[in-house]
């Protein structure tokens, strides 16, 4: 029989046994999502280039991982830890300030 009683994802780990785990598609537990460093699946990496930034900020809104931290409606260095390489920051940048390499 399953285990139905909700289950704190932070104490999941590789190592824990299968009956510990939640059922498909239920997330117990709030904002892990900041604890996983998912960077590393990256393979291509977004650079900008302040010279080329105009601070238009549509950059921000766009990305999917919530990646590129705006502050005092500036927008800073890329998050790296969480930034999965997507590029869709790059194809919304009317101005050339973000490439992927």
């Known amino acids: 029989m399953a285990n139905t009683t909700p289950t704190d994802i932070s104490k999941i780990t590789e190592q824990s046994p299968w009956q ?3 059922m498909g598609n239920h997330v117990y537990g709030a ?3 900041v ?3 998912t960077g ?3 393979t291509i990496t977004p650079y ?3 010279d080329k930034c105009k601070q238009c900020l549509l950059c921000a ?3 999917p991982d919530s990646s590129i931290p705006v502050k005092d409606g500036k927008r800073l260095e890329f ?3 969480h930034c999965k390489g997507c590029g869709i920051c790059a194809k919304a ?3 050339g300030a973000i490439e992927m390499r």
């Open 20 to 22: 510990d785990l939640t």
């Open 31 to 33: 904002a892990t999502s």
């Open 35 to 37: 604890a996983v460093m």
């Open 40 to 42: 590393e699946w990256r």
């Open 48 to 50: 900008i280039d302040f």
């Open 61 to 63: 809104p766009v990305c």
């Open 79 to 81: 998050d790296y830890d």
């Open 93 to 95: 940048c009317p101005f």
